[in-house]
């Protein structure tokens, strides 16, 4: 049974740097074709890509927000961490943690965590 | 970027009706799509993957078709339980999501 749970920071000052934590059970980030993705979603809008950690290290960022992510594994831990610098209360959203796999080609996510909701205030 | 648009914004359907949404990206993606459902303060749930694979434990009344640039969700016979929003999202390049289209009671 796959699970996958966000914790880390809720309130965040603008111009500070969020970061996030991923933990996952039931499948592993060494098993060949499995990701590890963030999703964020701001109240009331639509949900947007942010970044995604294959297996191999393979590490992929949304374009209008690569200058600001990264994204790492510690494959021992179960965990995928997520960094978003210089946050903007425009950054104030759910964020989401999600598994994928690419054998078989699935390529969606189809498992989720429940989501952390991040406000940027000052 | 691969930008890419859903229609309707919002659609208003009544129990029973057959319902179908459309997803167009900016270039081709082949076949590499996927649809969701998302609940009110819910994390969204897949339903369909590379176009028209439906994900396991979903029921039948969903399907998805299209290729290149254009797709399409439909839902044979609309239940209480599909009222949501649901967003497709492509896989071809990176990962890019539509805006979603919020499927109300007519």
């Known amino acids: 049974q796959i699970t996958l749970k966000e914790s880390g920071s809720t309130l965040v000052k603008p111009t500070q740097t969020l970061t996030l934590t991923c933990t996952f059970s039931?499948?592993?980030?060494?098993?060949?074709?499995?990701?590890v993705g963030w999703i964020r979603q701001p109240p009331g809008k639509a949900l947007e890509w942010l970044a995604l950690i294959y297996w191999d290290d393979d590490k992929r960022y949304s374009p209008s927000l690569k200058s600001r992510l990264t994204i790492t594994k510690d494959t021992s831990k179960n965990q995928v961490v997520l960094t978003l610098t210089n946050m903007d209360p425009v950054d104030t959203a759910t964020y989401y943690c999600a598994h994928v796999t690419l054998v078989p080609a699935k390529g969606g996510f189809d498992y989720w965590g429940q989501g952390t909701l991040v406000t940027v205030s000052s | 970027d691969i930008q890419m648009t859903q229609s309707p914004s919002t659609l208003s359907a009544s129990v029973g009706d057959r319902v179908t949404i459309t997803c167009r990206a900016s270039q081709s993606i082949s076949s590499w799509l996927a649809w969701y459902q998302q609940k009110p303060g819910k994390a969204p749930k897949l339903l369909i993957y590379?176009?028209?694979s439906l994900e396991s434990g979903v029921p039948s009344r969903f399907s998805g078709s299209g290729s290149g640039t254009e797709f399409t969700l439909t839902i044979s016979s609309l239940q209480p339980d599909d009222f949501a929003t649901y967003y497709c999202q492509q896989y071809n390049s990176d990962r890019t999501f539509g805006q979603g289209t919020k499927v109300e009671i007519k």
């Open positions: 590379k176009a028209s």
């Open positions: 039931g499948f592993s980030l060494s098993t060949n074709g499995v990701g």
